[in-house]
């Protein structure tokens, strides 16, 4: 696919829309035990797209939520959106209502679409569940999307026009917004598509929710080719061999930390992933053990190692290992390098941390006060607060990388308190301000530590008074407040937090505390 036909894919919707014209019979979707055609399934966009504005009475909304996970409703009404010129903004089924009215609010919802799966609990924005009809890939074949009221108008294509966003965490205690533009993400997708070699008859697996961006790959790498997208239940992701194979897997991307979970369950045998032809993993860190392991079991794929932030789109960087293990490059932490950037992506290392600028990166935060401190003039320069935000501008990554022999770029490790939880993108200092947040508690600790399964949370607190919080109803009220994936695994309650000479909190000590306890 050459650069110039993908060029007058100006929006987000366009990648889908090309495919659905060209190949309106071929599959584009299963889930949940449905297939659905391209002319099915923009079918089933286009009448909930007209469903909404019905339940708008008419009125074009901004931006519009999306509560569902893993069913028709998510991916059409994702696309329906798209087909409506809005913003879509997904929300987390699994993650407390607290947090997703949050969200809802920090984004000015004009709407949100559901499945049911999530609780909106809390959204002030007219939440609205499609009839099942509305999203049903009979629908298409038994009546035209008419029935549903108007027809939705046309997309105005404004590639600087915002296609998502997605909150990430925050260090000040609460979600950061990250809009990225449909101009970021024609940019992307013009570099990864032809990368990938996906196209009709290629079959793309979807393990990501649709909060966390690597999703976007998914879809539209699969949409934007004329592949199909196949989505796994949640049974399936825990057995992501059995369904690659039973699902006849051609292009898999997930987290790293899949390939240890196969692996604990003595699932990667050799060449017992025959269907594979393409892999990625990002998110997390891709050592070479993982890398090994894989590619023992699927020899007939290629195997990409992917890195980037949400503020730059998806990823940024991405490293193909040799097809020989003898010509993989050696690294000093065991880590795969995460290669070069993109077409068009401009790399600063500025001591030590990776900063870029160019087509992919974001043009700011949603709450501009997050800005402070994320960015460098184009000097290389601290931006100072409340000075216009240009294309020139670098983006601070906080990662710390080095080149190796060959001039790749090596990933390694944080400058700040941010860690990756199997991919997830967490901000030590919001878990610590949720817990400060509690009542009796006084301060807070938390702390990543490296497991045989994988980086695992652990906090320790004190009280405000004699009597510290017990721990289990402590660690109860952060389930009501942060997803699942941020709630320390072990809670422990301390008289008072040890302190360094200069009176902070003494973080190896805390530690040190906390290993011995779990000795004991």
């Known amino acids: 696919m050459s650069t110039s036909r993908m060029s007058t894919r100006r929006t987000l919707y366009d990648w889908f829309a090309r495919s659905a014209a060209a190949r309106p019979g071929a599959t584009a979707l299963e889930v949940d035990g449905e297939v659905l055609g391209y002319a099915e399934l923009a079918a089933a966009a286009e009448r909930i797209a007209a469903g909404l504005l019905r339940h708008l009475n008419g009125q074009v909304p901004s931006r519009v939520g999306l509560l569902a996970s893993r069913s028709v409703v998510a991916y059409a009404g994702y696309l329906a959106v798209q087909h409506l010129g809005a913003t879509i903004v997904p929300l987390g089924t699994a993650f407390p209502a607290h947090r997703n009215a949050a969200v809802a609010e920090a984004a000015a919802l004009d709407a949100v679409i559901t499945d049911g799966s999530g609780d909106p609990t809390g959204i002030a924005a007219p939440v609205w569940r499609p009839e099942r009809r509305s999203a049903d890939a009979t629908a298409e074949r038994s009546g035209p999307p008419a029935q549903d009221g108007a027809e939705p108008p046309p997309v105005a294509a404004d590639p600087d026009g915002i296609a998502y966003i997605l909150f990430t965490s925050g260090s000040t205690g609460r979600p950061k917004g990250v809009p990225v533009r449909h101009r970021n993400v024609t940019a992307y997708l013009e570099h990864v598509v032809p990368r990938a070699e996906a196209g009709p008859g290629a079959r793309l697996s979807q393990t990501f929710d649709l909060t966390f961006d690597p999703s976007v790959f998914d879809m539209f790498v699969a949409w934007g080719s004329g592949a199909a997208l196949v989505v796994p239940t949640r049974d399936e992701v825990l057995a992501p061999v059995r369904f690659i194979r039973q699902r006849g897997i051609t292009h898999w991307n997930s987290v790293p930390s899949v390939i240890t ?125 409340g000075t216009a935000l240009t294309e020139a501008h670098w983006y601070r990554t906080g990662d710390r990388v080095t080149r190796d022999a060959t001039g790749e770029l090596v990933h390694l490790g944080r400058l700040d308190q941010q860690v990756q939880l199997h991919g997830y993108r967490v901000e030590l200092g ?91």
């Open 430 to 520: 919001e878990v610590e301000a949720v817990l400060r947040q509690q009542p009796g508690v006084a301060d807070a600790v938390v702390l990543a530590r490296s497991t045989a399964h994988g980086p695992q949370l652990v906090a320790a607190y004190s009280g405000t008074g004699h009597e510290v919080p017990a721990a289990d109803r402590v660690g109860a009220a952060l389930r009501e407040r942060l997803p699942g994936y941020m709630v320390p695994e072990t809670l422990t309650a301390l008289e008072a937090l040890p302190l360094n000479p200069n009176g902070k909190i003494d973080r190896a000590a805390v530690d040190a505390l906390l290993a011995q306890e779990r000795a004991v």
């Open 261 to 385: 979970l196969a692996g604990r369950l003595r699932a990667l045998k050799p060449d017992s992933m025959p269907t594979l032809r393409h892999s990625m993993f990002c998110g997390e860190p891709l050592t070479y053990q993982q890398a090994r392991a894989w590619r023992r079991a699927a020899p007939g794929s290629s195997l990409d190692n992917g890195y980037g932030p949400t503020e730059l789109t998806v990823t940024c960087a991405t490293y193909r290992l040799p097809e020989s293990e003898d010509d993989w490059p050696r690294t000093a932490n065991g880590t795969v390098p995460i290669g070069s950037p993109h077409p068009g992506a401009d790399i600063l290392l500025h001591e030590g941390e990776l900063c870029v600028r160019g087509p992919q990166r974001f043009h700011g935060y949603l709450d501009a006060k997050d800005d402070e401190g994320r960015f460098l003039t184009p000097d290389a320069a601290p931006r100072a607060p």
